[in-house]
């Protein structure tokens, strides 16, 4: 299960994205980044920070600690700013928080480059996943304390807007020639490459999807805007598995076999 905490004062937004992520502090004395399901892409983007995050932690990837934040009307009542509080009144319940990194910067690949292992995983995951969001535009990695964090997984797993067939999303090519971390990646060896793509699958196992599925409250399921009206959570749930299952199992045509 995530930690579930109660938010008790929402500190400032951070206007960097579209999605208006807030921080906000909750009674573990905590400092979270909050990622609000009254935001536009609602609640499937919650469930996939949930899956994607939760996953990348499983295969090695630096992510923050994810909980889930109850958040009161009150603390939207309070907000003078119009905007924020019209997105604080829609997401009054369960929204997702994830621990903020007091004094990380944004990863720029000039100063500082990860360990190209760690490189490669990240690269993985976010290819396993259709994560298109880890750009020169919007790196989305953190340095802190001299190590890479991976954050914002909220718009990989784009299948769950329009659930397409299973084997057409498995196989889709994925264009990596943005992303952040695609020259040091590129750079290794292609045996090392074939030998990670092949570590990571392996570990992708549907026990691990079970687990990390589990984790995703069921409210946030069912009220996806693409769910079926007669959706069960359990069904919801497979149904995210089969996907990843199947794009884990196909010929990873998706994975760069030498240099991009
Ligand atoms: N856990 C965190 N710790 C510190 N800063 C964060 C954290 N999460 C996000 N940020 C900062 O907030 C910005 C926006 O968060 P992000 O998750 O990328 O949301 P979005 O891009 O959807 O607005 C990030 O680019 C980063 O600067
Ligand atoms: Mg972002």
């Given amino acids: 299960m995530l930690q579930h905490v109660t938010a008790t004062r929402y500190v400032t937004p951070l206007r960097e994205g579209g999605s208006l992520p807030g921080i906000v502090e909750a009674d573990d004395l905590g400092t979270y980044v909050v990622k609000f399901r009254g935001a536009g892409q609602g609640s499937a983007a919650l469930v996939s920070e949930i899956v994607v995050g939760e996953l990348g932690r499983r295969l090695g990837v630096r992510v923050p600690d994810l909980v889930l934040i109850e958040l009161d009307a009150e603390i939207g009542r309070r907000e003078p700013d119009q905007e924020v509080q019209e997105l604080l009144l829609a997401s009054v319940g369960l929204n997702l928080g994830m621990d903020f990194l007091p004094g990380s910067i944004g990863f720029d690949g000039m ?12 690269y993985w995951l976010d290819a396993l996943t259709g994560n ?75 026990e691990i999807l079970t687990e990390v599925l589990a984790l995703v409250p069921d409210e946030f399921l069912l009220k996806l805007n693409s769910a079926p009206a007669d959706a069960s959570a359990a069904g919801l749930r497979e149904r995210y598995a089969e996907y990843l299952l199947a794009r884990r199992s196909s010929d990873r ?8």
């Fill in 253 to 260: 045509a998706w994975w760069p076999e030498s240099a991009v």
């Fill in 132 to 206: 298109v969001d880890r750009t020169w535009a919007n790196p989305n990695t953190l340095i802190w304390h001299r190590k890479l964090w991976a954050i914002d997984h909220g718009a990989a797993l784009v299948f769950q807007h329009s659930w397409p067939a299973v084997p057409a999303w498995a196989a889709r090519r994925y264009d990596l020639s943005k992303h952040v971390l695609g020259g040091q990646v590129g750079a290794m060896p292609a045996a090392e490459l074939k030998a990670m793509d092949e570590q990571l699958a392996d570990a992708v196992t549907p």
């Fill in 111 to 122: 100063h500082w480059q990860p360990p190209a292992e760690e490189a490669a995983r990240i």
